[in-house]
């Protein structure tokens, strides 16, 4: 069973850094799609980044497109969301997600993933 637990978020101004990390534990295939989510307040979970952990390839929605970063560090199981020129519509709970891979298909949307973190709350104000 693979547990993932998110931190490193916060309350910060408009403008400013931050980086999450998800501490990935369990692994149970050789290889994932590992992805961040985001809710913002009233709205439905969407996707912000994803990054296959065999090749390092990745995704990113536009809105977030020169803004994130999303990276892995595979000697400490962990990974990360860099999130610099942070706007207050990037206000939302962080999520962290795992898909096995191998199944034909890269996943983007949350129904596609099957394992999820508890959240991590960014607060941007203007």
């Known amino acids: 069973q693979v547990q993932l637990v998110e931190s490193g978020g916060g309350p910060l101004q408009a403008g400013g850094s931050l980086r999450l990390s998800c501490a990935v534990s369990g692994y149970a295939y050789s290889s994932y799609y590992m992805g961040w989510f985001r809710q913002p307040p009233g709205k439905e979970r969407e996707g912000v980044a994803t990054i296959y952990t065999r090749t390092g390839s990745t995704y990113y929605a536009d809105s977030v497109k020169g803004r994130f970063t999303i990276s892995q560090d595979n000697s400490k199981n962990t990974l990360y969301l860099q999130m610099n020129s942070l706007k207050p519509e990037d206000t939302g709970m962080y999520y962290c997600?795992?898909?096995?891979?191998?199944?034909?298909?890269?996943?983007?949307?949350?129904?596609?993933?099957?394992?999820w973190g508890q959240g991590t709350q960014v607060t941007v104000s203007s």
């Open positions: 997600a795992a898909a096995p891979a191998g199944r034909g298909y890269r996943p983007r949307l949350a129904a596609d993933f099957d394992y």
